[in-house]
């Protein structure tokens, strides 16, 4: 049997991996434009490779993926972030799981990851002198057809761009999406899919940052948060105006807003259209730890303890000096006001800026991963083997599919679990 893998990312990897380890017999062969495999394994987390969660609970952790859970299910299962962890220190990749639950490797190489591929290609024809992965580098596909289908004998024909052609029994692809073109993750997948007759969801990018209108963020610049309340109103999606929301933690760059509760926010948001002409509101909780009322009691109390103490200083007791100068602003009290001679009604505004702070989105920007909301419908996908219920033979697994989760490894355990679960159900 010939198989060919068109994509060699990190599902195309494990994908083939999988194959190759089984030692079905099978001849492989790993298709890959770049001149290297897993080019965006090995840039991702900013090179150290966010590998998987330290999340154990599937059920938890199918929760941070805002668009094909249901598709992902039965594939987390049956190779979830524990036995990630535990098959790649088994292939000689120590890692270690951080503060916030992300995984790297010890090294904070992603390219460490890609070598485990690497050597169990290398390997994988040894002793038994089985065909093994044979790894086409450097190799664009530019169409794949079906032959003789409808019979027992179907066959898929994949015509490369110096014009060879390639007959395989089964196809698998594996090419990722379209969020980050360097990585040469261009799209060419959904083309395949829908000549072999599948249909693909819309697209947008995912795990974005926010650019805002305002120009006072130029200012905040650098400030961070640990815990805070974002959301996002929803105008695109039924029920009309419902609203996103996230709790965690973000950071003021000098035109926006970035970091991890941004990116889940762009995440649930992904099909919001946000530029100058189509404005998006955002509303951050700067202390959810309080609501308005024990908020409110805990400011009055501070500004009694310290009469003399001015208003922007005693902020500091609950926010960066920045964010108190720019509630300051904001409210209307000058910088030497003293806590004695802040009224009421102040307060109260205040209060309501630190809890609901409202700023407007104009467009998105680069984030820490590259990640494609949309793709492959997951309709047309048998969730327990990854191959098309439309075309037999054709499987589909990592980013092409329509599953894209939150920053923090969630999209590298989708491509790794959904890839092996292809190479299981080809290599039996």
Excluded at 231 to 253: D, H, V, W, Y
Excluded at 323 to 332: H, R
Excluded at 351 to 366: D, H, S
Aim: hydrophobic share 40%; aromatic share 8%.
């Amino acid at each position: 049997m010939k198989i060919a893998i068109v994509g060699g990312g990190a599902a195309g990897m494990m994908c083939a991996a999988t194959l190759a380890e089984i030692g079905s017999g099978a001849e492989i062969f790993l298709i890959e434009k770049n001149a290297i495999l897993g080019n965006k394994v090995i840039i991702s987390g900013g090179g150290r490779c966010n590998v998987t969660t330290g999340i154990q609970d599937v059920k938890e952790v199918l929760k941070k993926y805002p668009r094909g859970k249901n598709l992902l299910k039965f594939a987390l299962y049956n190779f979830p972030p524990k036995d990630v962890y535990e098959w790649f220190e088994e292939h000689g990749v120590p890692l270690k799981t951080e503060a916030d639950l992300r995984v790297f490797p010890q090294s904070n190489n992603g390219r460490d990851v890609v070598k485990v591929f690497e050597n169990i290609f290398r390997e994988s024809g040894l002793p038994t002198g089985q065909a093994g992965v044979q790894i086409l580098l450097k190799s664009k596909i530019d169409r794949v057809k079906k032959l003789k289908a409808g019979t027992k004998d179907e066959q898929f024909e994949l015509l490369f761009n110096d014009g060879k052609r390639l007959v395989v029994d089964k196809v698998v692809i594996t090419t990722g999406g379209q969020a980050y073109k360097k990585t040469g993750s261009t799209g060419d997948g959904y083309y395949f899919a829908e000549t072999l007759g599948h249909t693909i969801t819309p697209l947008a990018p995912s795990l974005n940052a926010f650019i805002l209108k305002e120009k006072w963020v130029e200012k905040m610049a650098g400030v961070s948060f640990k815990k805070a309340v974002m959301k996002i109103m929803k105008k695109n999606f039924k029920p009309a105006g419902r609203q996103a929301s996230f709790e965690g933690a973000f950071l003021f760059t000098h035109n926006g807003v970035t970091g991890p509760a941004v990116f889940a926010l762009s995440s649930m948001a992904a099909f919001e259209l946000a530029d100058v002409t189509k404005p998006v509101k955002l509303a951050i909780d700067f202390l959810p730890e309080f609501n308005y009322q024990e908020l409110g009691e805990k400011i009055r109390k501070a500004l009694a303890e310290n009469p003399k103490k001015t208003f922007v200083n005693t902020l500091d007791f609950f926010i960066p000096k920045s964010l108190a100068q720019l509630i300051c602003d904001e409210v209307g009290i000058k910088t030497g006001k003293v806590n004695v001679e802040v009224a009421k009604a102040e307060i109260n505004k205040a209060v309501e800026l630190l809890k609901n702070m409202t700023m407007t989105v104009v467009g998105r920007a680069a984030g820490e991963e590259f990640v494609t909301a949309g793709g492959v419908n997951s309709k047309e996908i048998n969730p327990k083997t990854m191959e098309s219920k439309i075309c037999p033979g054709l499987f589909f697994a990592g980013e092409i599919l329509d599953i894209d989760g939150f920053t923090g490894g969630f999209n590298l355990q989708s491509a790794w679990c959904t890839g092996r679960l292809a190479g299981r159900s080809i290599g039996g």
